[in-house]
């Protein structure tokens, strides 16, 4: 007896199968909500480029016990909230929303996650601040090589949503500067003239893999990484001719995997690192250095950071998940030390070249796991006033809260990239006594799905 007949309840449909719609909502990460068949027997089905409002027809590509997922085939019925689509790729799914209406959705996402994820309550939500600019903000794009099925050519673009080996070809994105995309493009004719081949992951065979594009959008610098399969040579001085860089990388892979992290990476023409400034500081990034992709946004989130930590000039500040130290060394001048902790040990020397850049000598930076290596740092330093935490989306684990927890930080900032994440982290140091005091979203990245906010929470008395 399937589970279906167990319970009356109608044949669910099954993959391939097509639906029309009615699109209710929109669930964390940008997908539409719909509900297939009654009210008592309906199943949730999550409809990809479908905007609340939206009657569409689908194919079901997923088909689980509580919920299933399908490919948008067509808007029988538009959402009045529906506006034109600007940008010609998949970069931009959220741009069919006017921007208004983007930014009251992930607001409520961002406040939903807290109360729906971690039950908590209590705290203040803070209007959610919006971007500078809506289009043309982003300082870094990572671009996938690819072959065009019908003509065989090289082509440069983003992933087909939902697959790992479809590329859509981009001519201009919109999400980067003129500049950007003119390196792009560069890069891309360079290629195809010196006849380079894209990486074939079911093959394992071809060069080139990804290209990575980033601005100094304060310094007018630019950086061009481009990432190959292990082994592979390049023309460099023919490559640096046709793009002009400012700092012209290669990076060389040998997983079978796509990712533009690791691998061996080798200077060809120009510096090892470009320029950027940021709160009135100035930082040197190299070609793997994580640092905010909106350079703008990233100035008024980690004013929000700083503003909620309340520092008075004497407080002894920790920054986990520290990168190149961009968030310490904000907050440097308002501390009386600051103490940064970061796995990755290049993000390290990053950090401690850029204190020494800016002329700051209250902060100091160490590699380590902040899961080992918190215990340590309390140890040598002695316990925190504040700690601000700005984890990868995956959030912190557990050990890593029990750690900041047994740290016992009068106030903890929490910055998060993912509110799916901070809410059970939040649950879990409200359990242990400290209260979730504000949370204020910030949009950092426009036409997509994606928000940051920060978290405000206090030891209670």
Known sequence: MTDDTATARPPRPQRGDELE???????????????????????????????????VRCAVTKRKRHYGEARLLEVVTPSPDRVPAKADHPGAPWQV?????????????????????GHLDGFEMLPIVPAVEQWRYRNK??????TDRETGELICGFHAPGSWEDIVHVEDCLLQSERGNAARRAVLEWARAHRYSAYDRRTQIGALRNLVIREGRRTGQLQVRLVVSDGVEIEAGSLHAAVAADS?????IDTVGETTAGGTTSLLAGEPTIGEEVCGLSFRLSGQAFFQTNTEMAEKLYGVAADVAGL????????????IGTIGLSLASRSGEVWGLEIVEDAIADAIGNAKANDISNARFFAG??????????????????????????????KVVRRVLEASPKRIVYVSCNPTT???????????????????????????????????LERGA
Request: hydrophobic content about 45%; some cysteine.
């Open 141 to 146: 794009l990572e671009f996938s090589f690819g």
């Open 97 to 117: 929303m006017p921007y208004e209406k983007q930014i009251e959705i992930k607001a409520a996402q961002v406040e939903d996650a807290l109360r729906r994820l």
């Open 21 to 55: 719609l009615h699109i209710e909502s929109l669930a964390f990460g940008g997908a539409g909500v719909a509900r297939w068949g009654d009210e008592e027997h309906g199943w949730v089905v999550f409809v990809r480029d479908a905007l609340p409002g939206d009657t």
């Open 312 to 323: 008075q000039g004497w407080e002894r500040v920790y920054d986990l998940f520290c990168g």
């Open 248 to 252: 012209l990388l290669l990076t060389e």
């Open 369 to 398: 796991d902040v899961r080992l290596a918190l215990r340590e740092l309390v140890e040598k330093a002695g316990r925190p006033d504040v700690v601000v935490v700005d984890p990868p989306r995956a959030g912190l684990s557990q």
């Open 422 to 456: 901070l809410a059970p982290n939040a649950a879990q140091m409200v359990e242990e006594g400290y209260v979730l005091k504000t949370v204020q979203p910030v949009d950092m990245f426009p036409q997509t799905p994606h928000i940051e906010c920060v978290a405000v």
